[in-house]
């Protein structure tokens, strides 16, 4: 349970201080991080990774768009992506690993794979691109980090880098050039 609520304390400060240190909104802030952190213990994937389809978005793309799934282990940051998309027209879908992201690419059609190089669980982002290169070699792959720099040298015919945190217009750009 302290851990429940360390988590639950850390963020609610993170949330006062984004929102410019208000006086008087920390019940607020409080409860928005309860619910985050209640939300991603009931969305941690099981072994049949039943709670990672059901996470699936029935929005239905735009007209010559595709199905973008994103693979990043930060909350905030999967969730900025994959609004960031939607409002854009694609239709996502979201892991927060790649053990996540196998049950995805197993269970949809993915046009273009966005992930995170550093990650928990089995293996990390580039794993992730060998196993879909592999299987789903149709994928169109683009990968992000903060912590390693890649150059195109260091990537495989289709395999697109942008630094992390990836802007927008910027991302836009590489999933119009991997089409």
Not at 70 to 81: A, C, G, H, K, N
Not at 92 to 101: H, P, Q, R, Y
Not at 104 to 116: A, C, G, R, Y
Not at 143 to 158: F, M, N, P
């Amino acid at each position: 349970m302290d851990n429940r609520n360390d988590w639950i304390a850390k963020r609610a400060y993170a949330l006062w201080e984004q929102a410019g240190r208000p006086f008087g909104q920390d019940e607020q802030h409080w409860s928005q991080a309860a619910m985050e952190h209640d939300f991603l213990e009931a969305t941690r994937a099981s072994s049949d990774g039943r709670e990672v389809i059901e996470m699936r978005r029935d929005k239905p793309a735009s007209a010559g768009e595709g199905n973008v799934l994103i693979v990043e282990d930060e909350p905030q940051l999967r969730f900025d992506t994959m609004d960031f998309l939607e409002r854009a027209g694609f239709r996502t879908l979201e892991a927060a690993n790649a053990d996540e992201a196998m049950v995805q690419m197993k269970n949809n059609d993915i046009d273009v794979l966005f992930t995170d190089i550093d990650m928990p669980g089995s293996m990390d982002g580039l794993g992730l691109v060998s196993t879909v290169r592999s299987r789903w070699p149709a994928t169109r792959i683009i990968v992000t980090s903060g912590l390693i720099k890649l150059s195109h040298r260091d990537l495989e015919d289709g395999v697109a880098f942008v630094s992390k945190p990836a802007g927008g217009l910027e991302l836009l750009n590489l999933i119009a050039q991997s089409a």
